[in-house]
């Protein structure tokens, strides 16, 4: 089986990517869908996953003087 396989495990060292970062936010987004129970509609649990995977910037912006 290593030996079928290897091609396609030496191919991660010259491409290092993974899907670490895609299982992350899919964990992310099925604990807020099973904190919440339920959305009224799908684009409130759209709005919640923007905002807890969108690492969006809520802080007010001050005018420059």
């Known amino acids: 089986m290593r030996k079928r396989h290897l091609p396609n495990l030496l191919t991660y060292f010259l491409y290092p990517i993974t899907n670490a970062t895609t299982e992350g936010y899919n964990s992310v987004i099925q604990a807020l869908k099973d904190a919440a129970r339920g959305f ?3 684009a409130n649990y759209r709005t919640r996953i923007l905002f ?3 690492k969006l910037d809520l802080r007010p912006r001050l005018p420059c003087r």
């Open 40 to 42: 009224r509609s799908f």
């Open 52 to 54: 807890f995977c969108g």
